[in-house]
């Protein structure tokens, strides 16, 4: 994967979460708008209740997780779940700003 690959960060919410992440590798987002593609009943079975129980997801399949070199810091709290970002951009921020894609002029 190079510098310039686009990758998605993902903000884990829950332990339930990240605990399915380490064992089962993989994880989902929700997606609003896109075709009937997978009910979250059938990716979690033991959560047939849940509030969100019939929306749909995205499903991806995580081959390892890795560990960043250091931490990314918010300067400020922030309602965050995702951001797409580039691979480059990611091992070099020093902050979660820095993982946004912004014009040519901004980057300057």
């Given at each position: 994967?190079?510098?310039?690959?686009n990758v998605l960060v993902a903000i884990v919410p829950r332990k339930k979460d990240w605990r399915i992440l380490e064992?089962?590798?993989w994880y989902r987002?929700?997606?609003?708008?896109?075709p009937k593609m997978i009910e979250r009943v059938e990716l979690l079975p033991d959560e047939p209740n849940h509030t969100r129980a019939n929306e749909d997801y995205y499903k991806f399949t995580i081959d390892e997780l890795k560990k960043l070199p250091r931490p990314i810091p918010s300067k400020r709290w922030r309602r965050i779940i995702f951001i797409p970002t580039t691979l480059n951009k990611l091992m070099e921020a020093k902050e979660i700003n820095d993982l946004?894609?912004?014009s040519?002029?901004?980057e300057k």
């Amino acid at each position: 994967m190079g510098k310039s690959s686009n990758v998605l960060v993902a903000i884990v919410p829950r332990k339930k979460d990240w605990r399915i992440l380490e064992e089962k590798h993989w994880y989902r987002i929700p997606v609003k708008s896109a075709p009937k593609m997978i009910e979250r009943v059938e990716l979690l079975p033991d959560e047939p209740n849940h509030t969100r129980a019939n929306e749909d997801y995205y499903k991806f399949t995580i081959d390892e997780l890795k560990k960043l070199p250091r931490p990314i810091p918010s300067k400020r709290w922030r309602r965050i779940i995702f951001i797409p970002t580039t691979l480059n951009k990611l091992m070099e921020a020093k902050e979660i700003n820095d993982l946004y894609h912004t014009s040519p002029i901004e980057e300057k």
